[in-house]
């Protein structure tokens, strides 16, 4: 039994703890006042999302939900620096959306080749190496590592393809993938047949070659949600050319400019956009054709639209040489495929600050420590201004910086903040 076809998932995610710094002090025979030397912790690892083109669903994803990298080890003696958390490799088929699960904005569209780091490891926190200064020559404190970190995300495979096979089930969509590509569908002579998207290369001839992708399971009502469209349609977004493939035999009894007309409406239903496509039309299934006026009143609805009609039977292969040329020459027209561009902004973290604070003093330095100090500044970029000026405002609204001018603390001593010192200014 073949496994299913899964095309979301909803996962969290955290990168690994920095390590901790230590303190040290070297010693060595015959070797007096030989001075700090604790080592830093190492960085915690990554999360990176890599691409793997031998994955076509996100059935791995299905049933492990949450995903953590490994932390960084521990600084040790002799400036020794702790090893670096392995990063976790996350890998998706190609065209996979990461999305933000509270928003569902956009944070990256998986369609090179280029890893992305969906959270950055905690950096690792500092060994007493650091603190030595002429005043304070025997430091007997160091960092803890920053916290790494966490997000929910949902993943959203899009099929990277070209041309996108559309039409009401039993058409032959399948049977015209087998035919002009190496795909292998499952093919029968029975409804919902296909129950996952196919993809197949088309070589039309020397360096002309184009991604078709059979999308199942539109009927009508499928952009509400009936049958499996409502699953499907998402990966006719990116297809920048649809062939329209339209059963004209009557085997079925079924009205050719009706079917071909749901199906659009489908379409347009779940994008204005999708409805607006390039679109060539298939009269399929001409071998086996019983009533020419069925054909006939395809030619003039399809043509009173502007679209041109092509008439084969894929089975036969008949007409399919025609068809791929065709999609070739209007592919060398059009754009290339869509690459979502990132939507998803940074916002400030919500950090409560009225937790504990551990504060010592070491000479003129105020080594300061607690929680949700680490959650505030891993999400601070000190390279910015404004993010600076939102740090000190942080840290003034949370009464730090009166508790300090409460305990003594002078001009121009040193505050201590994880990897962050700075000279205290009233």
């Excluded at 085997?251 to 994008?271: C, H, K, Q, Y």
């Excluded at 607006?276 to 009269?283: C, F, L, P, S, Y």
Aim: glycine residues 10%.
């Amino acid at each position: 039994m073949a496994a299913p076809f899964v095309d979301t998932a909803k996962i969290t995610v955290r990168s690994g703890n920095g390590g901790n710094g230590v303190v040290s002090f070297h010693r060595e025979k015959y070797v007096a006042n030989g001075g700090p030397d604790g080592g830093d912790g190492g960085r915690g690892g990554n999360v990176v999302v890599t691409i793997d083109d031998h994955m076509s669903t996100l059935m791995d994803f299905r049933y492990k939900r949450k995903y953590v990298a490994k932390n960084g080890m521990d600084g040790g003696g002799k400036r020794c620096t702790g090893k670096d958390g392995e990063d976790l490799i996350l890998q998706v088929p190609r065209g996979t959306i990461i999305r933000d699960a509270e928003t569902n904005e956009i944070i990256h569209d998986m369609a090179d080749e280029k890893p992305f780091v969906l959270c950055k490891g905690g950096k690792g926190g500092w060994g007493n190496q650091h603190f030595a200064t002429p005043t304070r020559q025997v430091p007997r404190f160091a960092k803890a590592g920053m916290p790494g970190e966490s997000r929910e995300v949902v993943l959203e495979l899009k099929l990277l393809a070209d041309v996108g096979l559309v039409g009401f089930p039993n058409v032959g969509k399948s049977t015209l993938l087998s035919v002009v590509s190496r795909a292998q569908p499952k093919i029968a002579n029975y409804h919902f047949t296909t129950l996952f998207p196919n993809l197949g290369v088309v070589y039309v001839e020397e360096g002309v070659s184009f991604v078709m992708a059979d999308i199942p399971g539109i009927i009508e009502g499928a952009a509400q949600g009936a049958g499996l469209g409502h699953d499907f349609l998402r990966h006719i977004d990116r297809c920048r050319l649809l062939i329209h493939v339209v059963d004209v035999s009557g085997s079925e009894g079924r009205d050719p400019v009706e079917d071909f007309e749901t199906i659009n409406a489908e379409l347009a239903g779940w994008s204005p956009e999708l409805a607006q496509r390039k679109m060539i039309v298939v009269a399929n299934k001409m071998d086996i054709m019983t009533d020419p006026e069925l054909l006939e009143r395809l030619r003039a609805h399809v043509e009173s639209k502007g679209m041109e009609l092509f008439e084969l039977s894929a089975a036969a292969h008949q007409g399919t040489r025609e068809l791929v040329k065709k999609a070739a020459q209007e592919l060398a027209q059009l754009p290339p495929v869509t690459v979502y561009e990132a939507t998803y902004v940074e916002r400030p973290p919500e950090v409560d600050t009225t937790g504990e604070v551990d504060i010592q003093v070491y000479d003129d330095t105020w080594v300061i420590e607690a929680p949700w100090l680490q959650r505030l500044i891993a999400n601070v970029n000190f390279g910015d201004y404004e993010s600076r000026n939102w740090f000190d405002r942080q840290l003034r609204e949370s009464g730090l910086f009166d508790k300090l001018e409460a305990m003594g603390i002078k001009d121009g001593d040193i505050v201590s903040l994880y990897d962050l010192e700075f000279e205290y200014q009233r």
